[in-house]
């Protein structure tokens, strides 16, 4: 099944009389909400969003003021990989671009609304259009999260209690953007970041799924090829959720004065992550032939953050190189994570 980002009508930006602070935030990121057929964001949904791009501007301010990367913080050896290796260099690009979408005279972010969807949000290539469903406005705020950390010493130190808001979505949905991915150009390190599918072991058991979530996204960063070339960065620059997690432990060590470790994952997946199966190498081959000769063909667009899957559309768009089906939600949710991606 395919899904595209479809050329729609753009809303005229109208709000009730709110705080002084979201039209400034709209005008920042140059926002655009579109009419989705019938659906379009209410004036409240249009606040949330965009009181949470607001938040997000304070954590991009944050990493724009950060030093380089320091590979031996736990941090990073957390969620980015102790053995990044020659990764390193695109990593800090990645954070560099993200950290940026909001300088300048960036180009427009569209946004539109669906509320029947699962998931919290996704975004649609080519067009980088950021689709917030239902079940993300219900999430907490970062300053919710913020405020139980000061209060509550546990969460303080533990992602898996404060990683679940509005912010770490935005945060995520901004690294699967084109214009921060696209970064070194038409090359073969020019790869998609994406939720990366992989299998752990659980109590004896193999367990499937999408890397979202700090204790996943520890896992991923615990992956090494070969003891002599462990490459571990290779997988983790191209998960949008180890990154964001990444920058948001960071920003809550900031906020509470001590980086939040918890919680110790030492499991690593057991087999290669996203590995691709004998069928999306077909996919991609035909679609890297039909590039080649400027045919259009029918366009693929990506669909993440605790995603959805994928629905029948046709477009005149050029085929894109990638898709994602995931039935992940959130925390406690079972996942069933078929991913087929270009590159591994």
Not at 15 to 41: H, K, M, W
Request: aromatic content about 8%.
């Amino acid at each position: 099944m395919y899904w595209t980002a479809l050329v729609l009508p753009v809303l005229s930006f109208s709000l009730p009389v709110i705080s002084a602070v979201i039209p400034s935030i709209a005008n920042q990121y140059n926002v655009r909400f579109l009419d989705a057929g019938n659906e379009t964001c209410s004036s409240e949904q249009q606040e949330a969003i965009l009181t949470a791009l607001g938040a997000t501007s304070n954590v991009l301010e944050f990493v724009r003021k950060s030093p380089p990367i320091n590979w031996t913080h736990p941090a990073a050896v957390d969620y980015l990989g102790k053995n990044v290796g020659k990764r390193a260099a695109r990593i800090q690009r990645l954070l560099t671009k993200w950290a940026n979408l909001n300088q300048g005279t960036p180009s427009p972010l569209e946004i539109k609304c669906d509320m029947g969807c699962s998931a919290n949000a996704y975004v649609s290539i080519p067009g980088d259009t950021v689709t917030f469903c239902k079940p993300w406005f219900s999430a907490d705020t970062l300053e919710e999260k913020i405020q139980l950390g000061k209060r509550d010493k546990d969460a303080r130190g533990d992602m898996e209690k404060l990683a679940w808001n509005k912010v770490k979505t935005v945060a995520h949905e901004f690294f699967h953007m084109e214009k921060v991915w696209r970064t070194d150009g038409r090359t073969r390190d020019e790869l998609f970041v994406r939720d990366v599918q992989m299998t752990w072991r659980t109590n004896g058991k193999n367990e499937t799924g999408g890397t979202y979530g700090p204790t996943r996204a520890k896992i991923l960063a615990n992956f090494e090829e070969c003891p002599h070339n462990p490459n571990t960065g290779y997988y983790t620059s191209r998960s949008s959720e180890n990154l964001a997690l990444y920058v948001l432990s960071r920003y809550f060590e900031k906020q509470f004065g001590k980086y939040p470790s918890e919680p110790i994952v030492t499991k690593a997946p057991i087999e290669t992550p996203g590995k691709p199966t004998p069928t999306a190498l077909s996919m991609q081959q035909k679609a890297t032939r039909a590039a080649r000769t400027e045919v259009p063909v029918r366009a693929r667009a990506v669909q993440t953050d605790e995603a959805r899957v994928e629905q029948p559309a046709q477009t005149n768009e050029p085929y894109v190189l990638h898709m994602a089906q995931t039935g992940e939600q959130g925390p406690g949710q079972p996942a069933k994570v078929y991913e087929k991606e270009k590159g591994l």
